[in-house]
């Protein structure tokens, strides 16, 4: 069973940056994606970045250039998001997933919600104006 646990989130200041951890353990799959999420209040789950265990990256359009995503492996199994000039729309609970198996291919990895069984419980962001 794979269990996540994220952290690094808090309260910061429109302009600012964070980094959020999350750290999948019992994830003995070598072949797997781990992506970040988030979900605004009165808003629907939107996938934000997905790395692969072969380190293949993927971002939706509206973070890019403000949000990366890196991993370390080595059995670890940790995945960061580093976020710089944070906005206010940044605001919502961010959440950590991970999908993997024997067969899994990595090239499928994206950020998209129906392909991941597991998930963190989730980490604050407020970002203040």
């Known amino acids: 069973q794979v269990q996540l646990v994220e952290s690094g989130g808090g309260s910061v200041q429109a302009g600012g940056s964070l980094r959020l951890s999350c750290a999948a353990s019992?994830?003995?799959?070598?072949?797997?994606?781990m992506a970040w999420f988030r979900q605004a209040p009165g808003q629907e789950r939107e996938g934000i970045a997905s790395?692969?265990?072969?380190?293949?990256?993927?971002y939706v359009d509206s973070v890019k250039g403000r949000l990366t995503i890196s991993r370390e492996n080595a059995g670890k199994n940790i995945v960061y998001l580093q976020m710089n000039s944070l906005k206010l729309e940044d605001t919502a609970i961010y959440y950590c997933?991970?999908?993997?198996?024997?067969?899994?291919?990595?090239?499928?990895?994206?950020?998209?919600?129906?392909?991941?069984?597991?998930w963190g419980q989730g980490t604050q962001v407020t970002v203040s104006s």
């Open positions: 997933a991970f999908v993997g198996g024997r067969l899994y291919m990595p090239r499928r990895c994206r950020p998209q919600a129906r392909d991941f069984g597991y």
């Open positions: 019992g994830a003995t799959d070598v072949r797997n994606c």
């Open positions: 790395i692969s265990s072969d380190g293949s990256i993927s």
